[in-house]
C-alpha cells in the first residue's frame, strides 16, 4: 500500500514540476520571441531567430495544456523535441554557435527530464540529449553556417 502511494506521490509531484516547468518556459520564451521579433534589428538576427523562438514557445504552451490535461509526459516529450529540433539547427544557420547550443540544450533537456519525467525515461533522455549534443557539435566543425 505505501509502495503504490508513494509511487503516485511522485508522479504527482513530477506533473506539478511539469506544469511549473512547461509554464515558466511558455512565458519565458513568449517573452523572447516578443522582444527577438520586435526589438532586435533584422542584422543582428540569424535566419531562424523569428521561428525557433516562437516556435520553442508554442511547444512550451502546448506542453502546459497537455500536463493540465493529465499527459504531463507527452508535454515534456514534445517541448524537449521542439528544443532538440532548435538546437539541431542553430548551428546550420549560424557559424560559432554550436558548442554554446549543445551544451545548453544537454542541461535543460536533462534537467527537464530529470524533474519531470520517471526514471527511466529521464535516462534515456539524458543519453540521447548527449549524443544529440555530440551530433551538434559535428555538424558545427563540420557543416558552414548560413552566417
Known amino acids: 500500500m505505501t509502495e503504490v502511494k508513494h509511487e503516485s506521490d511522485i ?10 516547468v512547461t509554464l515558466l518556459l511558455f512565458v519565458l520564451m513568449s ?18 531567430d523569428n521561428i525557433m523562438m516562437p516556435c520553442v514557445a508554442l511547444s512550451a504552451g502546448y506542453g502546459y495544456y497537455l500536463s493540465r ?3 504531463h ?7 524537449l523535441s521542439v ?5 539541431l539547427l542553430y548551428p546550420l544557420a549560424a557559424d560559432n554557435v554550436g ?6 540544450m544537454a542541461l535543460i533537456s536533462t534537467a527537464i527530464a ?10 534515456r533522455i539524458s543519453i540521447g540529449a ?4 555530440i551530433l551538434i557539435v559535428l555538424i558545427e566543425l563540420f557543416a558552414p553556417g548560413a552566417t
Do not use: C, H, M
Not at 35 to 46: A, I
Not at 73 to 79: M, T
Not at 83 to 87: F, G
Open 11 to 20: 508522479l504527482s509531484s513530477q506533473r506539478r514540476t511539469a506544469k511549473a
Open 31 to 48: 517573452l523572447v520571441s516578443i522582444y527577438t521579433l520586435f526589438f532586435v534589428p533584422t542584422e543582428d538576427k540569424t535566419i531562424i
Open 69 to 71: 490535461k493529465g499527459n
Open 73 to 79: 509526459i507527452r508535454g515534456i516529450y514534445v517541448l
Open 83 to 87: 528544443i532538440s529540433i532548435a538546437s
Open 99 to 104: 558548442w554554446q547550443t549543445a551544451i545548453v
Open 114 to 123: 530529470n524533474g519531470t519525467l520517471p526514471s527511466q525515461s529521464a535516462t
Open 130 to 133: 548527449f549524443v544529440f549534443a
